[in-house]
Nanobody, 118 residues
Framework: QVQLVESGGGLVQDGGSLRLSCTAS????????MGWYRQAPGKQRELVAT???????NYADSVKGRFTISRDNAKNIVYLQMNSLKPEDTAAYYC????????????WGQGTQVTVSS
């Protein structure tokens, strides 16, 4: 059974920092593209950052220079270090695992809430 379990969300002031963690089980973690997405109330889920199995990293323009994604393949964990947080970063953050291109297989975590107060 595949499980992605996020942790590390919470309430932080404008300019603060948080680190999210996602622990995966039931998958060959190192083979998967791991990513973080977020969804604010009334908005569509959007990509925040991805870390590929070969080391490639991708960020949404809105978080470049402030967020850092990293992965520990030995521990099956992907992290999202979030610095200089802004109120517009407030959202539920979801961990994602994806493998394959033509017929991708995708798994989601349950989400963790991040709230940035002004």
């Amino acid at each position: 059974q595949v499980q992605l379990v996020e942790s590390g969300g919470g309430l932080v002031q404008d300019g603060g920092s948080l680190r999210l963690s996602c622990t995966a089980s039931g998958i060959a973690f190192s083979n998967y593209v791991m990513g973080w997405y977020r969804q604010a109330p009334g908005k569509q889920r959007e990509l925040v950052a991805t870390a590929g199995s070969g080391g490639s990293i991708n960020y949404a323009d809105s978080v470049k220079g402030r967020f850092t994604i990293s992965r520990d393949n030995a521990k099956n964990i992907v992290y999202l270090q979030m610095n200089s947080l802004k109120p517009e970063d407030t959202a539920a953050y979801y961990c994602n695992a994806r493998i394959g291109t033509l017929v991708p297989r995708t798994y989601w975590g349950q989400g963790t809430q991040v709230t940035v107060s002004s």
